[in-house]
C-alpha cells in the first residue's frame, strides 16, 4: 500500500480537497500555542492548513513520496510508522490522524501509541469516514477491490480502542465521525 501512496503523491492535493478546517480547529481546540502531531498526515495539506494555530507541527508518515510532498511545503516531516512513533512519552499537546486509521495495519496499536505521545490535557482527534454510512461502506468495498488492505472500523469500535482513562467523546457530520480523545491531567 505505501508504494500506492507514493505514486499519487505528486497529486493527492489536487484529488483529495482539504474542506473542513473551521470545524477541525474547533474539534482540536485550536489556536493553542503547543505541539502538533499529524500521524499518517501523508503531504501535509491537513498540517498546513492548521500551522498558523498552533506552535509547532510535525507529519508523520510511512510514504516517502508523501512526505516529499510536506517538506515541499516547509513543513517538519518524520518517517514513521504509526504503530511505533519516533516521540517521547507525553511529546504533543495536540495529536491528529485524518483519513488514515483504516489504511493502519495495526490500528489498536496506533491508538495506544497516538495515546501515549500525548500531553496531560491534551486532545487527540481522529477522523475517518464513518463506517455506518452507505457512501463509507461502498468506499470500503472499493478499496477493497482495489487491493489496499484498507480496514475500515465503525467509530463506536475506534473509540474503545483507547485505554479507559481516556474522555473519548464522537461527533459525526454526513458521512465524516471524529473521534476526540481527551488525556486527564497527570494523576498525584
Known amino acids: ?16 480537497r482539504f474542506t473542513r478546517l473551521e470545524t477541525l480547529l474547533r474539534i482540536l481546540a485550536l489556536p493553542h500555542p503547543g505541539r ?7 503531504t501535509g495539506r491537513v498540517t498546513k492548513a492548521l500551522r498558523p494555530y498552533v506552535g509547532d507541527v510535525i507529519v508523520a508518515d510511512v510514504s516517502r513520496g508523501m512526505l516529499a510532498q510536506a517538506k515541499r511545503k516547509q513543513l517538519t ?38 495515546y501515549r505521545v500525548l500531553k496531560p490535557g491534551g486532545r487527540l482527534v481522529i477522523e475517518e469516514p464513518d463506517l455506518n454510512t452507505l457512501p463509507v461502506k461502498a468506499i470500503a468495498l472499493l478499496e477493497k477491490l482495489m487491493l489496499m488492505r484498507s480496514r475500515f ?18 461527533e459525526r457530520q454526513e458521512y465524516i465521525a471524529w473521534i476526540i480523545v481527551e488525556k486527564g491531567p497527570p494523576q498525584s
Open 1 to 16: 500500500m505505501n508504494s500506492h501512496f507514493n505514486l499519487i503523491a505528486p497529486i493527492y492535493d489536487h484529488l483529495i
Open 36 to 42: 502538533l502531531l499529524d500521524a499518517g498526515g501523508g
Open 153 to 170: 472500523l465503525p467509530p463506536e469500535r475506534v473509540a474503545r480502542l483507547f485505554p479507559c482513562e481516556a474522555q473519548v467523546t464522537l
Open 77 to 114: 516531516a518524520v518517517l514513521a510508522a504509526s504503530e511505533h512513533l519516533p516521540f517521547p512519552n507525553q511529546a504533543f499537546d495536540r495529536v491528529l490522524m485524518v483519513d488514515a486509521l483504516h489504511h493502519v495495519v495495526h490500528q489498536e496499536q496506533t491508538a495506544l501509541e497516538l
